[in-house]
């Protein structure tokens, strides 16, 4: 298969009509119908089921909507990378992370990292949650550091750093502030302390009750004034200032801090990192 005619085929699949779809790839709806069919006859299966109100996928077109996503990723990402290392005579690797998450962990594996011989220039960069799989994806980033299980891991190679419980962020001085533990349930409704609303990647936001945040640090900042509470890993303790209480969740699950890259990158930086890691 061409990425040609792969970017045909998701745009009919994701549009569901291929009128849409030519419109979106700027081209005539005839030699678009013909290029699926023409892919439908190498392949010999039937990717869409034709209508007069638009298409629908099969279970093969399914099949060929998630991997031909992948597939155009990864060539996007390869492009980017080129690019990028193009402009960079030295080896050096660029590293996503949450703003404001695993701080003292990323401290340790940078300063590990950096007393190597071959060690390669880290730029690391900081964004809101759940940016970070998608650049890893996009190639403008050579790894990451993701949260199991909230970050996507899949078609990445990782390795754990850490696992700890979650606990809830309650103001200090709150009636809740004396609590040793509690549910997720009562954490997740308590009436004057909605919880945190995070960006989707469209940077559009859920709806709900709780503030619309972007980092770790105004979260932080908006519980000391008693506007939201947040759950966040245990390992934040080690970084909260006065104005802030520590409540355990019983039954909230446990989240696993790994590192993660793309199973055919072939940097040098990122497999010194991989294996500080390890040892560390």
């Known amino acids: 298969m061409e990425t040609r005619e792969l970017r045909y085929f998701v745009a009919v699949a994701e549009e569901a009509h291929f009128g849409r779809a030519a419109d979106r790839l700027g081209m005539s709806q005839p030699p678009l119908s013909r290029a699926i069919a023409q892919l439908e006859r190498r392949l010999g299966v039937e990717l869409l089921v034709r209508t ?9 077109g399914r ?20 690019r990028r290392r193009a402009g960079t005579p030295h080896d050096s690797v660029v590293l996503t992370a949450k703003a404001g998450a695993s701080s003292e962990l ?14 390669a220039e880290v730029e690391v960069v900081l964004s809101p ?20 299980p909230f970050d996507d ?4 190679d990782i390795t754990p750093l850490t696992t700890e419980s979650q606990v809830l962020i309650v103001p200090a ?9 509690m549910s997720v349930e009562e954490a997740t409704s308590i009436p004057d302390l909605p919880l945190p609303r995070w960006p989707h990647l469209d940077g559009t936001y859920p709806e ?8 770790l640090t105004q979260v ?18 080690a970084n909260l200032r006065d104005g802030l209480a520590v409540v355990r969740l019983l039954d909230a699950p446990q989240v696993t801090t790994v590192l993660a890259w793309p199973p055919h990158s072939t940097s040098g930086g990122v497999a010194g990192l991989v294996r500080t890691a390890e040892r560390l």
Do not use: C, I, N, W
């Not at 891991?153 to 990445?156: H, I, K, N, T, V």
């Not at 008693?226 to 934040?236: C, D, I, K, Y």
């Open 52 to 60: 007069p109100r638009g298409v629908t996928l099969t279970v093969a």
């Open 220 to 237: 932080l900042q908006l519980v000391r004034l008693g506007r939201t509470a947040v759950v966040l890993p245990e390992s934040v303790q």
């Open 173 to 181: 001085g709150h009636p809740l502030s004396t609590r040793v533990a």
């Open 153 to 156: 891991l899949s078609g990445f």
């Open 208 to 215: 709900g009750p709780g503030p619309e945040l972007h980092d």
């Open 63 to 82: 099949t060929l909507l998630s991997e031909g996503r992948a597939a155009l990723a990864a060539v996007a990402a390869a492009e980017r990378r080129t």
């Open 106 to 119: 990323m401290v340790k594996l940078l300063d590990a990292y950096a007393t190597e011989p071959d060690a």
């Open 129 to 148: 949650p759940g940016h970070q799989a998608p650049m890893l994806r996009d190639g403008r980033a050579d790894v990451a550091v993701l949260h199991r």
